[in-house]
Every structure is written in C-alpha cells, then in structure tokens.
C-alpha cells in the first residue's frame, strides 16, 4: 500500500487475520508512527488477544499499544512504544508494572544506541530486577508500509521485522 495513498485520509483501517483495526492519523502524527502501531497490533495480537491501541490507563505515560490484565486491578501485561522513546520513560515505566513485557518498535535494521542506553539504566536497578521485566526492540523494514499492506491487510513476513531481546541481559546475550 502506497504511504500516499493514505496520507490525506485521517482514519485508516487495518487487517490481520479477521480482525480490524480503526486508527486515526492526529494531524501532527507521521504516517510511519501510525503503521509501526498497526504493526505491532498484527504481531502480538494473538499473544496478547485485549490489545488496545492509543488507549488511556489513567498513567502518566499513554501507550502507543498496550494490553492490560483481564484479572483486577488490570494493570498492564504488554506495553509498546512506536519511535521515538526516553530511557527515563521506560524505567519509569518498569519500576511500577511488575512482569511487564515492553517493545519498542522503530524502523530500519541497525544497531540501537537505545539497547545499549537501557540496559545500562536497568542493570542493578533492584525495582526493576525485582519487577522481572522483558525488554524488546522490534525492528521493521524502512519498506514494510510498502510492501506488506494490500488494500489495509496487514501481511508481515520475517524478512521485513525482527524482535531483538533488550532485557533481562541473559535474553539479550
């Protein structure tokens, strides 16, 4: 799917298997931050089968995608970042939700000076080694809008993404 196809609709709608996804590009948003959370929807949804996009948790941060446990309180199980993101803002985000599974998903296939910076902060953190954390880098192809969207269906092949562990430093080698 053409990104200028797209660019000059506000809503869009995504595919992944047979569910759907409403987003709405705000008019200061790049097209790219709305496609990197419509692939992140299509990767972990079956993981994470309350995946909610944009949705307020009351925090101080707001998730670009997040799934919260079905169990009370309904803290947060999932919690995913498009971009651009602070090492402050994951820590501060780690400290508070035990077990937690974060992603940060960017574009392109290089190496992240944020995986070095993260680990950094999070080594001898003893909240967040308490908290077990997983820490992930989601990495989609600069061409993935390109050539893995048909008519909004979401088609993500291995070539065109990898998941690189970040934390706990064993996962992450």
């Known amino acids: 799917m053409e990104k200028e196809d797209l660019e000059l609709r506000r809503k869009w709608v995504f595919k992944a298997g047979s569910a759907r996804l409403h987003l709405i590009k705000k008019p200061l948003e790049s097209s790219e931050h709305v496609f990197l959370k419509a692939f992140v929807w299509a990767l972990f949804r079956e993981n994470y089968n309350a995946l909610e996009v944009e949705k307020s948790t009351g925090d101080r941060y707001k998730p670009d995608v997040i799934c919260l446990d079905p169990e009370p309180p309904g803290q947060p199980i999932f919690w995913a970042e498009a971009g651009q993101v602070k090492p402050e803002k994951v820590v501060s985000i780690l400290r508070r939700f035990p077990g937690l599974h974060f992603l940060v998903a960017r574009w392109g296939f290089r190496k992240e000076p944020l995986v070095d ?31 893995c969207i048909e008519n909004g269906r979401i088609g993500l092949t291995s070539e065109h993404y990898r998941i690189l562990p970040v934390w706990p430093l064993n996962a992450a080698g």
């Open 117 to 147: 910076l993260l680990q950094k902060r999070l080594m001898g953190d003893n909240r967040i080694e308490k908290n077990a954390p997983r820490v992930e880098l989601l990495q989609v192809s600069n061409s993935a809008h390109l050539n």
